[in-house]
């Protein structure tokens, strides 16, 4: 099966995070807006340069207003973002992501609520490697007696 195209991507991702269809059309259009200004660039030859001078354009030659511009960055920041919030990535754990769906189960998320966003395509190999790490570690501990969990029994008080 070949792999969907960028927008078809964006806007699977968009759909799975529930956004509504008004957020789904600025940010496909802001997506756009950028690989056209950089000449039909793919997002992922692209980095912090590229989007500095695209806002700087709407700024300077677009007059747009700064809504707009937190509006396009917004969309940007999206494309290839997981969207965790800092501590839903502290609670993370491995058996919320599967990396070969792409995809991060966020549990007790804001509001306490359940959704699923994406694991970005460039983080697979380092988070390959870093699970790899992490299992090697934890068989070491197991050997070595440690590595288990600790728990309390309500009872004995031991």
């Not at 509504?20 to 660039?41: D, Q, V």
């Amino acid at each position: 099966m070949p792999e969907p195209k960028l927008l078809d991507h964006v806007r699977t991702i968009v759909r799975l995070r529930h956004l509504s269809p008004r957020t789904e059309e600025a940010y496909l259009y802001w997506i756009k807006k950028f690989i056209f200004f950089h000449h039909k660039r793919h997002p992922l030859e692209m980095g912090e340069m590229e989007i500095r001078s695209f806002l700087s354009y709407l700024a300077e030659e677009a007059h747009v207003a700064a809504s707009t511009q937190n509006q396009a960055l917004n969309a940007l920041v999206f494309l290839y973002g997981s969207g965790l919030r800092l501590m839903e990535c502290v609670r993370l754990r491995i058996n919320n992501v599967d990396i070969d769906s792409l995809q991060i189960t966020v549990r007790d998320g804001k509001g306490e609520k359940q959704r699923v966003t994406i694991v970005p395509q460039s983080l697979v190999p380092t988070l390959r490697k870093h699970l790899e790490k992490v299992k090697d570690c934890h068989l070491e501990d197991l050997k070595e007696g440690f590595g288990g969990v600790f728990s309390w029994n309500t009872v004995t008080g031991r």
